[in-house]
């Protein structure tokens, strides 16, 4: 199974960029943006600041790795390394991708919320395994991303 990143990204406002994800099917849930690495991907950073761009349109600085979580998944062993950053930019006209051009996927609804335990143990987020990590950790982000100052396309 191919590993994947996840951005836990805060905006300039200490707020955590998440999505509210609304699929055909299915219970509302939230997620942190970010996915699999692609074959053309050089590092698991160039991914980061790939999945970004295409899930939100956006750039970052501070790239800063977290944790590494591995959790069974559909009979496999799923990877998800966990990056934290600092939003620089974010222009929603950039998104692109199959998450965008194909309905059935559902909707990708950008949220800002506040570094509270409460609002990651409030909502359904998956993964899990990274929702507990997010439960733990959010009122330490800041500290443990540190400041940036421009785009950091690692």
Same mark, same amino acid.
């Given at each position: ?9 805060? @905006? ?8 509210? =994800?609304? #699929?055909?099917?299915?219970? #509302?849930?939230?997620?942190?943006? *970010? *996915?699999?690495? !692609? &074959?053309? @991907? /050089? ?6 600041? =790939? !999945?970004?761009?295409?899930? $939100? ?8 790795? $977290?944790?590494? $979580? ?5 009979? !496999? $062993?799923?990877?998800?390394? #966990? ?9 929603? *006209?950039?998104?692109?991708? &199959? ?6 996927? *559902?909707?990708?609804?950008?949220? =800002? ?5 409460? !609002?990651?143990?409030? =909502?359904?987020?998956? &993964? ?22 421009? &785009? /950091?396309?690692?």
């Amino acid at each position: 199974m191919r590993p994947s990143v996840r951005g836990v990204l805060l @905006d300039h406002d200490e707020r955590l960029v998440i999505f509210r =994800r609304t #699929v055909p099917g299915r219970d #509302v849930y939230w997620s942190i943006p *970010g *996915g699999h690495v !692609e &074959p053309g @991907d /050089d590092t698991l950073e160039h991914t980061l600041h =790939r !999945e970004l761009l295409e899930e $939100l349109g956006a750039t970052v600085s501070a790239v800063t790795p $977290l944790v590494t $979580l591995s959790y069974p998944w559909q009979g !496999e $062993l799923k990877t998800q390394h #966990v990056y934290g950053c600092r939003l620089v930019a974010m222009d929603p *006209g950039l998104r692109h991708g &199959p998450e965008f051009e194909d309905p059935s996927r *559902g909707l990708y609804e950008v949220e =800002r919320v506040r570094l509270n335990r409460s !609002e990651i143990t409030s =909502r359904h987020l998956v &993964p899990e395994p990274v929702a507990d990590y997010l439960s733990t950790t959010i009122t330490d982000l800041p500290r443990l991303i540190g400041q940036g100052s421009g &785009p /950091d396309q690692g």
